[in-house]
């Protein structure tokens, strides 16, 4: 589940996620470890290019990923929705070491720029590419419940 949402986000998250349009897509992006900002600073960003544009760096060498089997799952018994989808893998992934993988929204991937890319949610991750495969389970990226 995400470790934090983006405040451009918060609320259009399950929307944007189940969107039928042709040239859109939710893209996975990884940040490098070296220069990467706080959960505080990094969700104020509204725009990928924003983000990229601070501390942060996107680490190009394994590259975006666009996310398959999007579901979104609404669960009145616990009032909630999730947003799941599949696993996420980087074939012979080399590069700097990362610490985070944010999931963008992309209105579209026809020809679209960092500035229309909509940042959703951040994962905390810690890795260092070795030349091997590497797989990000994905389980409910993000869950949104009523609050009291």
Same mark, same amino acid.
């Given at each position: 589940?995400?470790?934090?949402?983006?405040?451009?986000?918060?609320?259009?998250?399950?929307?944007?996620?189940?969107? %039928?349009?042709?040239? =859109?897509?939710?893209?996975? /992006? !990884?940040?490098?470890? $070296?220069?990467? /900002?706080?959960?505080?600073?990094?969700? =104020?960003?509204?725009?990928?290019?924003?983000?990229?544009?601070?501390?942060?760096?996107?680490?190009?060498?394994?590259?975006?990923?666009? &996310?398959? $089997? @999007?579901?979104?799952? @609404?669960? =009145?018994?616990?009032?909630?929705?999730?947003?799941?989808?599949? =696993?996420?893998?980087?074939?012979?992934?080399?590069?700097?070491?990362?610490?985070?993988? /944010?999931?963008?929204?992309? !209105?579209?991937?026809?020809?679209?720029?960092? $500035?229309?890319?909509? %940042?959703?949610?951040?994962?905390?991750?810690? &890795?260092? !590419?070795?030349? $091997?495969?590497?797989?990000?389970? /994905?389980?409910?990226?993000?869950?949104?419940? !009523?609050?009291?």
């Amino acid at each position: 589940m995400a470790n934090i949402v983006f405040n451009a986000a918060l609320g259009k998250i399950a929307h944007l996620a189940s969107l %039928p349009a042709t040239n =859109d897509a939710l893209i996975a /992006v !990884p940040i490098e470890t $070296s220069g990467i /900002v706080s959960d505080a600073t990094m969700r =104020d960003y509204d725009t990928l290019a924003d983000l990229l544009a601070g501390a942060s760096n996107e680490q190009t060498t394994m590259g975006r990923k666009t &996310l398959a $089997s @999007v579901t979104v799952t @609404v669960d =009145d018994t616990n009032d909630r929705v999730a947003v799941d989808c599949a =696993d996420i893998t980087w074939t012979a992934a080399t590069g700097n070491a990362i610490s985070a993988l /944010v999931i963008c929204y992309d !209105p579209d991937t026809t020809g679209g720029t960092d $500035s229309d890319l909509v %940042p959703l949610t951040k994962h905390d991750v810690s &890795l260092t !590419p070795d030349g $091997s495969d590497i797989t990000i389970t /994905v389980a409910d990226f993000f869950r949104a419940t !009523p609050s009291a």
